[in-house]
């Protein structure tokens, strides 16, 4: 009998934040930060289970009531300096019931502006490509040839003092990852234990769908855009 693969939305919403204190239940316009992904995921109609993963009882407790799957995670996966491969990994080994042709779409809380149609298109293009993992990204205006570090408190080029003199012109065009949606099938995430980002199908966001709320000056920017994509 063919396995038929289930296709998974995995939401990690951990009770600490740096900067914002219990960001993913931060109120926008009367509902939890975390409200407007779970919403997403249930509008957008492609999966078969919808899973919050989080070590606060509150969080765990409001997605219930949302009516979807929960996993507690431990406080040694919910640090400041956790990183979402712990958390897919205890997700994984949490869940026997999962199959190696399982899909997961990774959906982080604090890309509110990513919606229910973000997340057809991108599974839909993920399938255009074969099933190949999918990464949503945004284009950056810095030219990453002539981005330096501090070594030994000196300035280092990240690449070549050659590349750094490049014509901007003669700079192909860069992306950075915006955090809003990943797809992978469970095979793919456990042949290197990580996020298979490198050769990943780019799903190209603009805008404020780039928005990656880490600071108050990110809530200030919700605030005053929210309604626009209500």
Same mark, same amino acid.
């Given at each position: ?6 296709? =998974? ?10 900067? =914002? ?13 975390i409200?407007?992904?779970?919403l ?21 407790s409001y ?10 995670r431990?406080?040694?996966?919910s640090r400041?300096?956790?990183?979402a491969?712990?958390?897919? %990994?205890?997700?994984i080994? $949490?869940n026997?019931?999962l199959? %190696?042709?399982?899909? =997961? ?8 502006f ?11 293009l ?8 999918l990464v ?7 030219c990453?040839?002539?981005t ?8 280092t080029?990240f690449?070549?003092?050659k ?5 901007? $012109? ?8 915006n955090?809003?949606?990943? =797809?992978f ?5 456990l042949?290197k ?7 990943s ?11 990656d ?12 855009n ?5």
């Amino acid at each position: 009998m063919n396995y038929k693969k289930k296709i =998974i939305a995995l939401i990690p919403a951990r009770k600490g934040s740096k900067s =914002i204190k219990n960001k993913n239940l931060y109120k926008i316009l009367g509902k939890p930060l975390i409200y407007y992904t779970i919403l997403a995921a249930k509008k957008s109609k492609i999966f078969d289970q919808i899973f919050v993963s989080s070590d606060s009882k509150e969080i765990l407790s409001y997605s219930l009531k949302q009516n979807v799957n929960t996993i507690t995670r431990p406080k040694r996966y919910s640090r400041d300096f956790s990183s979402a491969n712990d958390v897919v %990994k205890h997700f994984i080994n $949490q869940n026997d019931k999962l199959n %190696k042709e399982d899909l =997961i779409v990774y959906l982080q809380p604090t890309s509110p502006f990513r919606n229910y149609v973000d997340i057809k298109k991108s599974m839909k293009l993920f399938n255009k490509n074969n099933e190949k993992p999918l990464v949503s990204v945004k284009k950056t205006d810095v030219c990453v040839y002539k981005t330096l570090f501090l070594k030994k408190n000196l300035l280092t080029p990240f690449f070549t003092e050659k590349k750094m003199t490049i014509s901007r $012109q003669k700079v192909p065009t860069s992306y950075e990852v915006n955090g809003a949606i990943y =797809i992978f099938s469970l095979k793919s995430f456990l042949k290197k234990s990580r996020f298979p980002i490198e050769n990943s199908v780019p799903f190209i966001m603009e805008g404020l769908k780039n928005l990656d709320l880490n600071e108050y000056k990110d809530l200030n920017l919700l605030k005053r855009n929210f309604k626009k994509f209500e």
